[in-house]
């Protein structure tokens, strides 16, 4: 019989009862390329021995709530968790997209995936410790729960995708949408606040056709279907409103055949303010059942 005490533990909001001296848990800055860019990056490392489900988070567009009040659960359950800073959204060196963002989570995979192999280090001189077959991406929003299953879509290393409140790209194909009064004030509003560092409409007219069918999970439904994917919306999401954005989204994932797919709708807004020990709690669980993380 395998006697396992601490089955139960909610990681959520219990601290781990045993440290592991040899191989403790671990936070530290670090980096990757992209197209020989540097990208800053920084890890979570789960304590054990034992190789280790890793989840990349990508940020949403704003730079803003990255979701990580989620990374001490899922490094308290097991899961490492690495994030960066996109080429472009905060340095000033080159324009940030939606493509860019995509790419630097393309590196990032391949970063962790070959971690242990090139004799990467944590700073107590131990290995990353990270199963190829068991990395996934994670996020909010359009910039992140949008990337990160666009990734998943097209990067045969992303075994799984959690995206919270992502936005339905086909909704704004043909950017008539930016032209509406309501739209455009408000987008307006968030360039004058980020000074000009977010600039939606500048950033959605520069996409080719090509660009929304990668993005676009709609788009992308026949090749995510073969994932395993969990997607989280917003009951009051007034931002991605789930009859626009996660209902079309479900609907077609289901209807390209994605058995691995999980949906569910928290009874809180676009950034899950109500709803984080919740969210941690759907993330943590959906994770152990899929994948013994």
Same mark, same amino acid.
């Given at each position: 019989m395998n006697y396992q005490p601490l089955i139960d533990v909610d990681n959520v909001i219990a601290d781990p009862s045993v440290l592991d001296p040899e191989y403790p848990p671990e936070h530290f800055v670090t980096h990757f390329r992209t197209n020989g860019e540097v990208v800053h990056?920084?890890?979570?490392?789960?304590?054990?021995?034992? =190789?280790?489900?890793t989840l990349?988070? %990508?940020?949403?567009?704003?730079?803003?709530?990255?979701?990580?009040?989620?990374?001490? =659960?899922?490094?308290?359950?097991?899961?490492?968790?690495l994030t960066f800073q996109p080429r472009g959204m905060w340095d000033g060196n080159g324009q940030h997209t939606l493509i860019s963002a995509m790419e630097d989570v393309n590196s990032a995979v391949e970063f962790l995936r070959t971690a242990d192999e090139r004799g990467q280090r944590t700073p107590s001189g131990a290995g990353y410790r990270v199963d190829p077959s068991k990395? &996934?991406?994670?996020?909010?929003?359009?910039?992140?729960? &949008?990337? %990160?299953? !666009?990734?998943? #879509?097209?990067?045969?290393?992303?075994?799984? %995708?959690? #995206?919270m409140a992502p936005q339905n790209l086909e909704l704004i194909r043909d950017l008539a949408w930016l032209d509406q009064p309501e739209n455009s004030a408000s987008m307006a509003e968030v360039t004058a606040e980020t000074a000009g560092?977010?600039? *939606?409409?500048?950033?959605?007219? &520069?996409? /080719?056709?090509?660009?929304?069918? /990668?993005?676009?999970? *709609?788009?992308?439904?026949?090749r995510l279907a073969r994932k395993k994917m969990l997607l989280v919306? %917003? !009951? +009051?999401?007034?931002?991605?409103?789930?009859?626009? +954005? +996660?209902?079309?989204? !479900?609907?077609?994932?289901? !209807?390209? @055949? #994605?058995? @691995?797919?999980t949906e569910v709708i928290l009874d809180t807004d676009h950034l899950f303010l109500t709803k984080r020990v919740a969210l941690a709690r759907l993330v943590v669980s959906w994770l152990r059942a899929e994948f013994d993380l």
């Open positions: 990056a920084s890890l979570w490392i789960a304590q054990g021995k034992q =190789p280790k489900g990349v988070l %990508a940020p949403q567009m704003y730079g803003g709530d990255r979701l990580e009040s989620l990374i001490i =659960p899922l490094m308290n359950s097991g899961t490492s968790v990395i &996934g991406v994670f996020g909010l929003s359009g910039g992140g729960g &949008g990337v %990160a299953m !666009a990734s998943c #879509a097209e990067n045969d290393d992303v075994a799984f %995708a959690i #995206a560092r977010v600039d *939606i409409p500048k950033l959605l007219r &520069g996409m /080719r056709e090509e660009d929304f069918d /990668r993005l676009s999970i *709609i788009a992308q439904a026949p919306g %917003a !009951a +009051h999401d007034a931002g991605t409103p789930v009859e626009y +954005h +996660h209902v079309p989204i !479900a609907k077609a994932l289901q !209807a390209a @055949g #994605a058995a @691995g797919l």
